[in-house]
C-alpha cells in the first residue's frame, strides 16, 4: 500500500503529487461549501436547508458518494463564461439508506437558482441510467427555478431527456420527488411522471403558469402558495401524495416509504420484524362496525386493528377522502390497503376516488406488493357533474388497474357492496384470488329500498297502505336477496368470516399467495382508459 508522504518528488515540478493533492483538497473544499456563507444564509433564511444538509438528513451518515462533483459549464455569453460553478447547481450521487442503496440528486438553489442547464440536465441524466442500471429507487430533492434562461433550448433539450428517463424507469425503480422550493413551468412534469410526491408546506410549489401570467391571461389574482402550494396540491389536485409542515419531517417521512417499498420491480418489499402476533383477534372489531349500514364509521381504526402495531401509511390522505390508500405490515410483509371511508361521503366511489385507487393499484402490481381490499361501498357517486365529466372513463381506470394486477389480492366485504361498485372494487369475477365477507355483508344490485321501489313498484302504488307495503317487500327481498350468506352459497365470496379472526385470516391467506405465478398475454401494452 502506497503512503501518500512516501511519494517521491518529481523533477521539473515543484509541487510534485503533495502539490496535485492539495491542489485537489482546495477545489473539492470549495466545491462542498458552494458559493459562500451569504448564500447560504440566504437560504436558510427563507426556511430551507441547502442542497448538502437535505442529502445528509436523508441517507446513512457517511454513505453518500458523490458523482461529478467537479464538472462546469461550458456556455459562454450573458455573463456565463465568468460564472462557471463547481457542481453546476446539482448535486448527484448514491448512499444507503438502512443499509440500502438509493440514487439522489438535489439542486442547489444557491447555485443560478437550481436552474437547469445543460452541464446540469447532463449530470441528472447520468444518475438516472445509473439508477436504472443498478435497479435501486431514484430520490429528487427539487429547488430550482426552471431551465437556465441564458442557455436557452439547450436547456430546455435537457429536461426532455430528463422525462423521458423518468417514463423508461416507471414501474422498474421506485421513483420519488421531494419539493423542496419552486417548481415551475415544463420541470413540474418530471415529479408528475414519478411514483410519489413530497411536498413542505410555504416553501415549495409546483405550476405550469406562475400568478403573474395567470393575472395577465384571465384576470385572477392568486399567491404562489394559492395556485400551486402543498395543501393546494395535497388536497384539491392531487399532485401531492404527502405534506408536512418542515423538511426535516418530510425527509424522515421519504426515509419510512423507501423502507415499505422493493429495490426495483424483480423484488420484493423487505419484510421487517414483527412482535404483534399473527393470531392476535381482532375483538374491537365486532363493535366499531355497526350492522347498520346507514351509519358511518372510521375505516382508519379497521385497518389500525388489523395491521401489525397499528401503523401505516396512507397515500394521498387529504385527497378523495372517500376512500384510503395505504402501506402497511401483516406479520412483517409490506401490503396495500384500499378501503372505502364510510366517514365521507358514505364511502362511495367518484372521478377522483377512481383515479386515486387505480393509480395506487398500479403501483403496487408493478413492485409486488399485494392488495388488500376492504369494501364498504353504496355504489357511485350520482350526479350530473359526475356524468358529464366522465365517471364512465374514470371509474374504468380502477376497474382496469385491478384487472391487470398479478400480484396476490384478497377482497373483504364488511357491509355494503352494491352495483357496479361492488364489481370494481376487486370482487371475485374481476380475479381477486380469495374473496372473504363478514356476517355483515350486504351484496346486492342495490340496496334494499331502491331495489324494493323498482321491483315491486305497482305493489306499493295499489296498496290501501302504500308504507306498510313497502316496508313488507324491503324485508322480502332483503331475505331473499341480500342475507349475509346469498354470496356464499353461489360461490361468489370463499367464506364468510368471523371479524376477530380477519388479521390471521388474512396473514394466512398472503402466505399461501407468496409464490403466486400469473402471466397477463403477450403484448406490447396495454390502452389504460384515460
Given at each position: 500500500?502506497?503512503?501518500?508522504?512516501?511519494?517521491?518528488?518529481?523533477?521539473?515540478?515543484?509541487?510534485?503529487?503533495?502539490?496535485?493533492?492539495?491542489?485537489?483538497?482546495?477545489?473539492?473544499?470549495?466545491?462542498?461549501?458552494?458559493?459562500?456563507?451569504?448564500?447560504?444564509?440566504?437560504?436558510?433564511?427563507?426556511?430551507?436547508?441547502?442542497?448538502?444538509?437535505?442529502?445528509?438528513?436523508?441517507?446513512?451518515?457517511?454513505?453518500?458518494?458523490?458523482?461529478?462533483?467537479?464538472?462546469?459549464?461550458?456556455?459562454?455569453?450573458?455573463?456565463?463564461?465568468?460564472?462557471?460553478?463547481?457542481?453546476?447547481?446539482?448535486?448527484?450521487?448514491?448512499?444507503?439508506?438502512?443499509?440500502?442503496?438509493?440514487?439522489?440528486?438535489?439542486?442547489?438553489?444557491?447555485?443560478?437558482?437550481?436552474?437547469?442547464?445543460?452541464?446540469?440536465?447532463?449530470?441528472?441524466?447520468?444518475?438516472?441510467?445509473?439508477?436504472?442500471?443498478?435497479?435501486?429507487?431514484?430520490?429528487?430533492?427539487?429547488?430550482?427555478?426552471?431551465?437556465?434562461?441564458?442557455?436557452?433550448?439547450?436547456?430546455?433539450?435537457?429536461?426532455?431527456?430528463?422525462?423521458?428517463?423518468?417514463?423508461?424507469?416507471?414501474?422498474?425503480?421506485?421513483?420519488?420527488?421531494?419539493?423542496?422550493?419552486?417548481?415551475?413551468?415544463?420541470?413540474?412534469?418530471?415529479?408528475?411522471?414519478?411514483?410519489?410526491?413530497?411536498?413542505?408546506?410555504?416553501?415549495?410549489?409546483?405550476?405550469?403558469?406562475?400568478?403573474d401570467v395567470v393575472k395577465a391571461v384571465t384576470g385572477e389574482e392568486i399567491t404562489q402558495n394559492g395556485l400551486g402550494g402543498a395543501d393546494v396540491h395535497a388536497e384539491t389536485s392531487g399532485v401531492c401524495h404527502f405534506a408536512y409542515d418542515d423538511?426535516?419531517?418530510?425527509?424522515?417521512?421519504?426515509?419510512?416509504?423507501?423502507?415499505?417499498?422493493?429495490?426495483?420491480?424483480?423484488?420484493?418489499?423487505?419484510?421487517?420484524?414483527?412482535?404483534?402476533?399473527?393470531?392476535?383477534?381482532?375483538?374491537?372489531?365486532?363493535?366499531?362496525?355497526?350492522?347498520?349500514?346507514?351509519?358511518?364509521?372510521?375505516?382508519?381504526?379497521?385497518?389500525?386493528?388489523?395491521?401489525?402495531?397499528?401503523?401505516?401509511?396512507?397515500?394521498?390522505?387529504?385527497?378523495?377522502?372517500?376512500?384510503?390508500?395505504?402501506?402497511?405490515?401483516?406479520?412483517?410483509?409490506?401490503?396495500?390497503?384500499?378501503?372505502?371511508?364510510?366517514?365521507?361521503?358514505?364511502?362511495?366511489?367518484?372521478?377522483?376516488?377512481?383515479?386515486?385507487?387505480?393509480?395506487?393499484?398500479?403501483?403496487?402490481?408493478?413492485?409486488?406488493?399485494?392488495?388488500?381490499?376492504?369494501?364498504?361501498?353504496?355504489?357511485?357517486?350520482?350526479?350530473?357533474?359526475?356524468?358529464?365529466?366522465?365517471?364512465?372513463?374514470?371509474?374504468?381506470?380502477?376497474?382496469?388497474?385491478?384487472?391487470?394486477?398479478?400480484?396476490?389480492?384478497?377482497?373483504?366485504?364488511?357491509?355494503?357492496?352494491?352495483?357496479?361498485?361492488?364489481?370494481?372494487?376487486?370482487?371475485?369475477?374481476?380475479?381477486?384470488?380469495?374473496?372473504?365477507?363478514?356476517?355483515?355483508?350486504?351484496?346486492?344490485?342495490?340496496?334494499?329500498?331502491?331495489?324494493?321501489?323498482?321491483?315491486?313498484?305497482?305493489?306499493?302504488?295499489?296498496?290501501?297502505?302504500?308504507?306498510?307495503?313497502?316496508?313488507?317487500?324491503?324485508?322480502?327481498?332483503?331475505?331473499?336477496?341480500?342475507?349475509?350468506?346469498?354470496?356464499?352459497?353461489?360461490?361468489?365470496?370463499?367464506?364468510?368470516?368471523?371479524?376477530?379472526?380477519?388479521?390471521?385470516?388474512?396473514?394466512?391467506?398472503?402466505?399461501?399467495?407468496?409464490?403466486?405465478?400469473?402471466?397477463?398475454?403477450?403484448?406490447?401494452?396495454?390502452?389504460?382508459?384515460?
Amino acid at each position: 500500500m502506497t503512503v501518500l508522504n512516501d511519494i517521491p518528488q518529481v523533477a521539473g515540478e515543484p509541487s510534485g503529487a503533495r502539490g496535485r493533492v492539495a491542489e485537489l483538497h482546495e477545489i473539492r473544499a470549495q466545491a462542498l461549501a458552494g458559493p459562500g456563507g451569504k448564500a447560504t444564509v440566504a437560504q436558510h433564511a427563507k426556511g430551507k436547508l441547502t442542497a448538502r444538509e437535505r442529502i445528509e438528513l436523508l441517507l446513512d451518515a457517511g454513505s453518500f458518494r458523490e458523482v461529478e462533483q467537479l464538472r462546469r459549464h461550458r456556455a459562454t455569453g450573458f455573463g456565463l463564461e465568468a460564472k462557471r460553478p463547481h457542481t453546476d447547481g446539482v448535486i448527484t450521487g448514491w448512499g444507503t439508506v438502512e443499509g440500502r442503496t438509493v440514487f439522489v440528486y438535489a439542486h442547489d438553489f444557491r447555485i443560478f437558482g437550481g436552474a437547469l442547464g445543460e452541464a446540469h440536465a447532463t449530470k441528472i441524466h447520468k444518475i438516472m441510467d445509473m439508477a436504472i442500471a443498478a435497479g435501486a429507487p431514484l430520490i429528487s430533492l427539487n429547488d430550482g427555478a426552471g431551465a437556465r434562461i441564458q442557455e436557452g433550448v439547450s436547456a430546455l433539450a435537457g429536461y426532455g431527456g430528463i422525462f423521458q428517463r423518468n417514463t423508461r424507469a416507471s414501474g422498474v425503480i421506485p421513483q420519488i420527488s421531494v419539493m423542496l422550493g419552486p417548481c415551475a413551468g415544463g420541470a413540474a412534469y418530471s415529479p408528475a411522471l414519478t411514483d410519489f410526491v413530497f411536498m413542505v408546506r410555504e416553501t415549495s410549489q409546483m405550476f405550469i403558469t406562475g400568478p403573474d401570467v395567470v393575472k395577465a391571461v384571465t384576470g385572477e389574482e392568486i399567491t404562489q402558495n394559492g395556485l400551486g402550494g402543498a395543501d393546494v396540491h395535497a388536497e384539491t389536485s392531487g399532485v401531492c401524495h404527502f405534506a408536512y409542515d418542515d423538511e426535516e419531517t418530510c425527509i424522515a417521512e421519504v426515509r419510512y416509504l423507501l423502507s415499505l417499498l422493493p429495490q426495483n420491480n424483480r423484488e420484493f418489499p423487505p419484510r421487517a420484524p414483527c412482535a404483534d402476533p399473527p393470531t392476535r383477534r381482532c375483538q374491537v372489531l365486532l363493535d366499531l362496525v355497526p350492522a347498520d349500514g346507514s351509519r358511518p364509521y372510521d375505516m382508519a381504526k379497521v385497518i389500525e386493528e388489523i395491521v401489525d402495531d397499528g401503523e401505516y401509511l396512507e397515500v394521498h390522505e387529504r385527497w378523495a377522502r372517500n376512500i384510503v390508500c395505504a402501506l402497511a405490515r401483516l406479520d412483517g410483509h409490506v401490503v396495500a390497503v384500499v378501503a372505502n371511508q364510510p366517514q365521507s361521503l358514505a364511502g362511495v366511489l367518484d372521478i377522483e376516488a377512481s383515479e386515486k385507487a387505480a393509480r395506487f393499484v398500479q403501483m403496487c402490481d408493478a413492485f409486488s406488493i399485494p392488495l388488500v381490499t376492504l369494501v364498504d361501498v353504496p355504489g357511485f357517486l350520482p350526479g350530473v357533474g359526475q356524468e358529464h365529466d366522465g365517471i364512465i372513463r374514470h371509474g374504468a381506470k380502477l376497474l382496469y388497474a385491478y384487472c391487470n394486477a398479478t400480484v396476490p389480492r384478497i377482497s373483504l366485504i364488511l357491509r355494503k357492496a352494491y352495483g357496479g361498485a361492488y364489481i370494481v372494487m376487486d370482487s371475485q369475477s374481476t380475479g381477486a384470488d380469495l374473496t372473504y365477507a363478514w356476517p355483515t355483508n350486504e351484496i346486492a344490485v342495490m340496496g334494499a329500498e331502491g331495489a324494493a321501489g323498482v321491483i315491486f313498484r305497482r305493489q306499493i302504488a295499489e296498496a290501501d297502505d302504500p308504507e306498510a307495503m313497502r316496508a313488507r317487500m324491503v324485508k322480502e327481498y332483503t331475505s331473499e336477496l341480500m342475507h349475509p350468506y346469498y354470496a356464499a352459497e353461489r360461490g361468489l365470496v370463499d367464506d364468510v368470516i368471523d371479524p376477530a379472526a380477519t388479521r390471521e385470516i388474512l396473514i394466512r391467506s398472503l402466505a399461501m399467495l407468496r409464490t403466486k405465478q400469473a402471466d397477463l398475454p403477450s403484448r406490447k401494452h396495454g390502452n389504460p382508459p384515460q
